[in-house]
């Protein structure tokens, strides 16, 4: 069915932006932006009603300074910007953003084309870049990229220096070519470099396999094609009649808010609320389920940890408030904001966010997370020996 919203919750601002995947959804990131379906920004004019008690000459008094001052050539269009950039940076919010129109149209086509890159969706959190999560068999994951790595430099260079659309660009290249990053790793305390190759990326973002008797299901993503194969493995795990279902959303960034809502209800009774949505004033707008609940009574554990987010986090923030399943791992991201793109007249874009997630039982998901049901973490040596005690754990308990 054609649903009337087809929105963003990935790039992640976050954005949660990825470098170099092959549709952007997530800012809800790339992936956590909203938007709705054949979304066109708008055009803002100039606005007449300026605030009276604002000195604006104070602008022009540090504009002349510095033209009369600066030992160095300036361009005007460039501090017109910087000044912009400025006044957007003042809301303290790293979803809140001005793009120039050469970082608006790469962005423009990071939504809706192919690309290359390293496959890892970033977000710009309290002033750093970090790594929101590498996708599945991205060159970002096989160089060794993980969630909540502190991108510090790019090829030597400081990215405390440049703008996140900065960022994102220099990281983006040509397929086979290499990237250096400079990473601070705070799950050990470490510095590292670590060599990415470019590459084109595709991801399949639904896989399955049966374990222990249950069905595994891998979300990587919630791209376009998560619906369609969620559908396919539904159908199959009732084939099979498997007794129970693990959703595995580790490192999954986000995604379409269509895609956690349709999934969920594979889970949730009918006319359920999956997520609700909460603006400036206070007013709330529920998006409810909308497909037929063929898994509702299968027994569930869903997989979660730092780089599950946006998508992810109303996904199994649903199914924890309806206690159709447990959530096994650790914390969640916790990007839970939504955002809207608009244009200005010159091509350049602002990226704002108007609204906030809330889960059914209204619990916030931006800056809190989704804590699991039951904590199980990953040890530096669990990971050098290839040991998984979180689907250890889900197995467990599916098996009782």
């Known amino acids: 069915m054609k649903h009337p919203y087809k929105q963003f919750t990935k790039f992640l601002l976050t954005i949660v932006l990825v470098v170099g995947i092959y549709y952007a959804g997530y800012g809800v990131g790339h992936r956590n932006l909203v938007f709705e379906n054949n979304y066109q920004p708008k055009v803002l004019g100039i606005n007449t009603d300026k605030p009276q008690d604002i000195d604006f000459s104070l602008f022009w008094n540090a504009w002349d300074i510095?033209?009369?001052?600066?030992?160095?050539?300036?361009?005007?269009?460039?501090?017109?910007?910087?000044?912009?950039?400025g006044m957007i940076n003042a809301s303290d919010d790293p979803h809140t953003v001005f793009m120039t129109p050469d970082e608006a149209k790469r962005f423009g086509e990071d939504l809706n084309g192919s690309f290359d890159g390293i496959g890892a969706e970033l977000e710009n959190k309290d002033g750093f870049v970090v790594i929101v999560a590498p996708l599945d068999g991205s060159p970002a994951q096989k160089a060794g990229l993980r969630a909540q790595d502190i991108v510090t430099k790019i090829d030597g260079a400081d990215v405390s220096k440049m703008s996140f659309y900065g960022t994102i660009n220099k990281i983006r290249g040509q397929k086979g070519s290499n990237v250096v990053l400079s990473i601070f790793r705070p799950?050990?305390?470490?510095?590292?470099?670590?060599?990415?190759?470019?590459?084109?990326?595709?991801?399949?973002?639904?896989?399955?396999?049966?374990?222990?008797?249950?069905?595994?299901?891998?979300?990587?993503?919630?791209?376009?094609?998560?619906?369609?194969?969620?559908?396919?493995?539904?159908?199959?795990?009732?084939?099979?009649?498997?007794?129970?279902i693990?959703?595995?959303?580790?490192?999954?960034?986000?995604?379409?808010?269509?895609?956690?809502?349709?999934?969920?209800?594979l889970f949730i009774d009918n006319g359920k609320v999956v997520v609700?949505?909460?603006?400036?004033?206070?007013?709330?707008?529920?998006?409810?389920?909308?497909?037929?609940?063929?898994?509702?009574?299968?027994?569930?554990?869903?997989?979660?940890?730092?780089?599950?987010?946006?998508?992810?986090?109303?996904?199994?923030?649903?199914?924890?408030?309806?206690?159709?399943?447990?959530?096994?791992?650790?914390?969640?991201?916790?990007?839970?904001?939504?955002?809207?793109?608009?244009?200005?007249?010159?091509?350049s874009k602002i990226k704002v966010t108007i609204a906030k997630w809330l889960t059914p039982l209204d619990r916030a998901i931006d800056k809190q997370g989704i804590n699991p049901d039951v904590e199980v973490k990953i040890s530096e040596d669990d990971i050098n020996n290839k040991r998984d005690p979180q689907l250890d754990k889900a197995l467990e308990i599916i098996n009782k």
């Open 66 to 85: 510095l033209k009369e001052k600066y030992i160095g050539d300036l361009n005007n269009q460039d501090l017109v910007y910087g000044a912009i950039s």
């Open 187 to 244: 799950s050990t305390k470490n510095n590292e470099e670590i060599t990415v190759t470019r590459d084109t990326i595709v991801v399949k973002s639904v896989k399955w396999e049966e374990k222990q008797g249950n069905l595994y299901i891998r979300i990587s993503q919630f791209g376009d094609d998560t619906v369609d194969l969620m559908k396919q493995a539904a159908q199959y795990a009732i084939d099979k009649n498997y007794p129970g």
């Open 246 to 265: 693990i959703i595995d959303l580790r490192d999954n960034p986000g995604g379409y808010l269509e895609g956690a809502i349709d999934v969920a209800s």
């Open 276 to 347: 609700k949505e909460q603006n400036k004033q206070g007013d709330k707008k529920s998006f409810s389920t909308t497909l037929n609940p063929i898994l509702k009574n299968k027994k569930l554990v869903v997989l979660v940890d730092g780089g599950s987010a946006s998508a992810s986090e109303i996904f199994s923030g649903a199914i924890q408030d309806y206690q159709k399943g447990k959530l096994v791992g650790v914390k969640t991201f916790g990007k839970g904001s939504v955002q809207s793109l608009e244009s200005m007249r010159d091509g």
